[in-house]
């Protein structure tokens, strides 16, 4: 039965609001309660907004995925970035993402493994422990190391002992081993290399005295280090001073030493120049001391410069005072010896530079070789010390 206009009309401008139907509950909760806006807060609170990588590489001045590197303490970040990185993340309260780990997790083992990136350090050491055991070893190792670790590379110590004898074994030897590029570290002149044609490989060396390995050489600069001693040693007041070296080490440095004490001598009297002491091959301190002792009385020397960090004991067994005798600096001191007065050569830079060389290599396309390679030089720095405490006035 249909219902009146009027009634209609009533009902809809009448001021009383329409009672809703018997089981009908809806109106009434949508006018007591009603339902938040999916844009609004609840209660008053407003949602804060999680920290993103993001965020953190703004903060940072970093692209993100170093951010993600960062965070997994990855070599491949440079260890002051991945501290900074690391701290700012802190600050900035960043939590890791739980559920995008596991995610990621999940997803690895589907990746094709990626064969690792390496290079060879070359060292004609009969073991690791006596290669190790010189600081100046331990010192080109890491240096080349940590710089290869930052660009994505591992850098293994390889033995000469443990190469193959032959070009196409050595060939596979790289290639088993993923090995893109070798370093040759400080060879000694007196261990034969094997003849392999180096310029089929991309290769450096270190401090090398193998002359006939066509390669670039990163060195430190020994013509500096004996010529700035000199410079110094004059300027304490010491003016008869010689410089005693071992013969093998000359070789090795394709005969730096030499050339830098001429060089250095060359505007002093020649009543003040005094001929260098070359130690013979394979000599060891008890050798050496009756030579060096020989020759100290012969040219009546105030002052002497050796390349061997034991050059203070040496003397002392000699049966000369230190300073008071006779001074005493070292072209490549140790902080772990009692000598405190010549050059302090920088072995760790020498070795980053040598890697830093080799991946340049590594990303070029293959060169042609040069006929007479170029070499880096990397200058010591010298350190007044009490063993020359200068001349008294």
């Keep these: 039965m249909s219902r009146p206009l009027d009634a209609i009309s009533c009902h809809a401008q009448s001021d009383t609001p329409i009672a809703p139907a018997a089981g009908d509950h809806s109106s009434s909760e949508s006018t007591a309660n009603p339902r938040p806006s999916n844009t609004e807060p609840r209660d008053g609170l407003r949602p804060v907004a999680r920290v993103t990588l993001k965020d953190v590489a703004r903060a940072a001045c970093v692209h993100y995925t170093t951010v993600s590197l960062s965070l997994r303490h990855s070599p491949k970040i440079a260890r002051a970035t991945r501290e900074r990185v690391c701290r700012t993340a802190r600050e900035l309260g960043y939590v890791p993402d739980e559920v995008s780990a596991a995610l990621t997790a999940c997803r690895l083992p589907c990746r094709v493994p990626i064969a690792p990136r390496r290079l060879a350090y070359l060292s004609s050491a009969a073991t690791a422990a006596d290669f190790f055991e010189r600081t100046y070893n331990r010192d080109f190792f890491n240096g080349s190391r940590d710089c290869a670790w930052n660009h994505g590379y591992e850098c293994d110590l390889v033995l000469l002992k443990d190469l193959p004898a032959r070009e196409p074994d050595l060939s596979e030897f790289l290639r088993e081993h ?140 000699c049966g000369f005072r230190i300073p008071n005798d006779i001074a005493c600096a070292c072209l490549n001191l140790d902080p772990l010896r009692s000598i405190d007065t010549g050059v302090t050569q920088n072995h760790r830079i020498v070795g980053e530079r040598a890697a830093e060389e080799l991946l340049i290599e590594l990303k070029c396309a293959p060169p042609a070789p040069a006929s007479s390679p170029a070499g880096i030089f990397i200058r010591g720095a010298w350190h007044d010390g009490h063993t020359a405490p200068g001349v008294a006035v």
């Design 178 to 317: 993923s090995y893109q590029g070798v370093i040759l570290g400080a060879l000694d002149p007196l261990t034969p290399l094997p003849s392999f044609d180096w310029r089929r490989h991309r290769v450096v060396r270190i401090d090398s005295g193998s002359a006939d390995i066509p390669v670039r050489s990163i060195c430190n600069d020994q013509i500096f280090a004996i010529q700035i001693a000199c410079r110094q040693l004059r300027r304490l007041g010491y003016r008869r001073v010689g410089m005693a070296i071992g013969r093998e080490d000359e070789i090795a440095l394709e005969g730096r030493y030499t050339g830098g004490f001429f060089s250095a001598m060359s505007d002093v009297s020649s009543g003040d120049r005094i001929p260098p002491l070359y130690f013979p091959f394979g000599a060891r301190s008890p050798e050496a001391i009756p030579l060096l002792k020989q020759w100290v009385l012969q040219h009546r020397l105030e002052a002497v410069m050796c390349n061997w960090f034991t050059i203070d004991d040496m003397l002392g067994q």
